[in-house]
């Protein structure tokens, strides 16, 4: 049997958890382009200017996961005014919905992110009811503990430089060699050097990975930090032959 509204409220399948930007209401969308808009000599930026490009990403995307609920819970009004939604009301079921299924760490996320979110989008409004409610979140939320998953650096070294040994010595084809001397090389070296995936995986040869009088570095400028500083540390001497052995046998067999 199907109710006044159930023309209007579809399933929570048909839509999505956190609608992209492209998707939120005119209101919002504007006034979250316009917070992200960049500076230029004569004119400075938006609110949310400043902030690095995957902050202001994880920004929009926690936002967007409360626009999802509304949509989904037939709260999402149109026509309202920017951030005009974050209300007391919709946060307190937007909460009760997020408790039932994640754990509470995610949970301040949320609500950290939906906070900054509006105060960038609408810097005139007054957010401080919702900064206590974050404060009481941060009180009861139990970090799940990591223990059970730690290895010591020594271990992955190990392990790294092993599945380099068997790959030279076992592999049964030169790309496969070639791809495991990669893989173990890539182990030790950010068991050794340890930096964010992102940074790893954008390392440039000649660039921000150099070989500079007999050393190998690694050098991350400010922009590509994240808390802005630039990153330069030396590879352990230990690597110079495993990394030569990638440079000279191993990468160019994955370039062709």
Not at 4 to 33: F, G, I, M, Q, T
Not at 140 to 159: I, Q, T, W, Y
Request: hydrophobic share 45%.
């Amino acid at each position: 049997m199907t109710g006044p509204n159930s023309s209007v409220r579809k399933s929570a399948r048909e839509y999505p958890r956190s609608l992209p930007v492209h998707e939120w209401r005119d209101a919002d969308r504007r006034a979250w382009e316009d917070a992200c808009r960049l500076g230029s000599r004569l004119k400075p930026g938006g609110a949310a200017s400043y902030l690095a490009p995957v902050s202001r990403n994880d920004f929009a995307r926690r936002y967007g996961a409360f626009l999802g609920f509304l949509q989904r819970s037939g709260r999402l009004e149109r026509d309202a005014a920017a951030a005009a939604q974050v209300t007391l009301p919709n946060v307190e079921a937007y909460i009760t919905g997020l408790t039932a299924r994640v754990r509470s760490v995610t949970v301040y996320n949320c609500i950290y992110m939906l906070r900054r979110a509006a105060e960038l989008m609408a810097p005139r409004s007054d957010f401080s009811w919702l900064a206590e409610i974050e404060k009481d979140l941060a009180l009861v939320m139990e970090p799940r503990s990591k223990l059970d998953r730690l290895v010591f650096s020594g271990r992955l070294v190990e392990a790294g430089l092993t599945l380099v040994a068997e790959a030279q010595e076992f592999a049964n084809n030169d790309f496969a060699r070639a791809r495991g001397v990669r893989n173990g090389l890539m182990i030790a070296l950010l068991a050794l050097c340890p930096i964010r995936p992102k940074n790893f995986a954008a390392l440039e040869i000649g660039q921000t990975f150099k070989e500079i009088h007999g050393r190998w570095w690694i050098a991350l400028p400010a922009i590509s930090t994240k808390s802005h500083p630039p990153d330069e540390r030396s590879v352990p001497e230990l690597l110079n032959r495993y990394i030569d052995a990638y440079l000279s046998q191993s990468r160019p067999v994955l370039l062709a």
